[in-house]
């Protein structure tokens, strides 16, 4: 993946940050902001705790990345990607993408309800294999 390319797209300056904090959450997939600070930290010991939300909140404000929100579980943050559906294990914290046709659903939703849709989310929660 190239983080450049995707600031660049974004209209987003480029800093070693917002790259280290891109590489983070390709690799972990969905990351808690807590898990990207303790990470980041390793890269650049200086950065502070508001820092990494301002980058976090610049990212979003551009839809680069997505907060993935579930009951009972932190807030998690993944590149964007085509939409998806999440199963989240409410004791571990784990989130899975689920590919799922959640564009589909949200045309259905709008024929029969007559809304314009802005956001679709779709969340599945329940205990994965490890925490049984
Ligand atoms: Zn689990
Ligand atoms: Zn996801």
């Known amino acids: 993946m190239n983080y450049e ?59 680069l990345i997505k907060e993935v929100k579930a009951p ?13 559906a999440h199963l989240v294990c409410h004791v571990c914290g784990e989130f899975k993408d689920i590919h799922f046709d959640v564009v589909h659903v949200a045309h259905t939703i709008a024929d029969t309800s007559g809304y314009t849709i802005n956001d679709t989310s779709l969340i599945v929660s329940g205990t994965c294999p490890k925490c049984q």
């Open 5 to 63: 390319l995707l600031l660049k797209q974004n209209n987003l300056k480029i800093t070693p940050q917002r790259l280290g904090i891109l590489q983070l959450m390709h690799e972990a997939g969905h990351i808690s902001i807590e898990e990207l600070f303790a990470s980041i930290k390793k890269q650049f010991s200086s950065i502070s705790l508001a820092t990494l939300y301002k980058n976090i909140n610049a990212m979003l404000e551009t839809s």
């Open 72 to 84: 009972e579980v932190k807030a998690r943050y993944e590149i964007s990607k085509t939409p998806h």
